[in-house]
């Protein structure tokens, strides 16, 4: 749109939960198009860093036509079948990688795609599929606060029209998961998704500082769904802004549902 550069878009950090979340109805997913509804217009395109993208390099995919990855197993054959068939934009991909220099992040033409913890999200915000869709990857070789500085270096695409979607769970735990307890957490779960909540509302820059919480083994086993949340964290303080809770809660004990927003 021809005014673009002169709006900020706000960038979102979504706890997208169960690829399910696709085809359902339900207080998260009607959060997520409230917040693409009320976006002051649409975007050029959608950067998406998602949790299911975890290699040991960065990379942006720079694909014209990006496949829809289901990357999962044991769901019905609908989710299989759903396609988001959102163009890509080759030229976006080169204009992200000259922003955040001299960090390197690499030309994807053919290995990624849109995956669910992008297209989960997406078919709520922009159901039509009509904005073209990117995906970074999250970097398993670097630090926490590599996450955090490549996200304030992405701030720049927020004025050029670029809506930043990260997807992930603050809290994600599969193990632990309990069916007893559909709609609730964990106290250690609670006490790890409070700990995110006070860091994006006072100093998002030190949301790297989760990965030395007490609790942070048992909330990120494994750190790839909750890194994304240090992206929105490091655009959030490049911006000086601090984030706000779009909606919480929690599923199965273990998984932290919390969308953050700025």
Known sequence: MSDSAETTLPAVFVGHGSPMNALQSNRYTEAWAAFGAALPQQPRAILAISAHWYINASAVTAMTAPNTIHD?????????AFRYPAPGDPDLAQEIAEVVKPTWIGMDRDSWGIDHGTWSVLAHLYPAADVPVLQLSVDASKSP???VALGAALAPLRQRGVLIVASGNVVHNLPALDPNRPDTGFDWAEEFDEAARTLMAQAPGDIAALSRHQRYSLAAP????LLPLYYLGGLAAAAGETGRVLIDGYALGSLSMTTHAI
């Open 72 to 80: 999962f197993f044991g769901f019905p054959e609908e989710l299989f």
């Open 145 to 147: 606060d590599y996450h």
């Open 222 to 225: 494994t750190p790839d769904h």
